[in-house]
């Protein structure tokens, strides 16, 4: 529900930066957050963003564009261990989160 | 602080069997929630608990059922298992129902495979 898009799958190189974009639908909207899940393991909480802007925490940044329903995540100084799929998820009116199906990211040496 | 438990990790049921999984949020959280996580449809939101009740569901059968206990413990249960059903199911828990926009800290999950 609520088509939370993401790509599937990218690849980027040791050291450098990448984005992953996630658009979603805009009614209902009360946050959007960004979460890291190693092959195997439990999702962690990167970010969390309900204004308009860009909120910075270290290496990860995350974007939130609340008219344009978009969001990106900027990894930035790209390691090995980032390798790991990014899911990114919308709070609807204060009661749901729906997930994207994640984006898995593969760092390459 | 010890994090969100969930057991069984693994388990192998074979169709029309029934399975109940058990999550222990992290001490002092209140609110539990389900997901079912596929390969192919990411994270699908089963139901909310939030001080013993439900407080939101997902778009699944009625053969998807939870609980939630005092201590804020709670389980979910399938009946009549279908092999569609295997996936891994995670448990996340917040100090505060999903109204709080808090994030969400997620249990490594239990893994079940219907044969």
């Known amino acids: 529900g609520q088509n939370i898009d993401q790509p599937t799958e990218m690849t980027a190189t040791e050291g450098a930066i990448v984005q992953i974009n996630c658009t979603y639908q805009?009614?209902?909207?009360?946050?959007l957050f960004w979460y890291q899940q190693h092959a195997g393991e439990a999702p962690t909480f990167l970010s969390y963003?309900?204004?308009?802007g860009l909120e910075e925490k270290g290496r990860f940044s995350s974007f939130l564009s609340r008219s344009k329903g978009y969001s990106y995540l900027l990894l930035k100084e790209l390691q090995m261990k980032d390798s790991a799929s990014y899911l990114c998820?919308?709070?609807?009116?204060?009661?749901?989160?729906?997930f994207g199906s994640g984006t898995k990211l593969n760092v390459k040496p | 602080k010890a994090g969100v438990t969930q057991t069984p990790r693994y388990l192998i049921k074979t169709r029309g069997q029934q399975v109940t999984l058990s999550c222990s949020p992290i001490?002092?959280?209140?609110?539990v929630s389900w997901y079912q996580q596929t390969p192919g449809q990411g994270l699908q939101f089963l139901f909310e608990?939030?001080?013993?009740?439900?407080?939101n569901k997902g778009n699944f059968p009625g053969r998807f059922s939870g609980r939630q206990f005092s201590n804020s413990r709670s389980e979910m249960n399938v009946s009549t298992l279908e092999l569609g059903d295997s996936a891994l199911y995670l448990c996340?828990?917040?100090?505060?129902?999903?109204?709080?926009?808090?994030?969400?800290?997620f249990g490594e999950g239990s893994r079940l495979t219907v044969l």
């Open positions: 998820a919308v709070l609807y009116n204060f009661n749901k989160f729906y």
């Open positions: 996340a828990s917040s100090l505060e129902a999903s109204g709080g926009s808090g994030e969400l800290f």
């Open positions: 805009t009614s209902g909207f009360n946050g």
């Open positions: 608990y939030f001080s013993e009740t439900q407080r």
């Open positions: 963003n309900v204004l308009d």
């Open positions: 001490s002092g959280h209140r609110s």
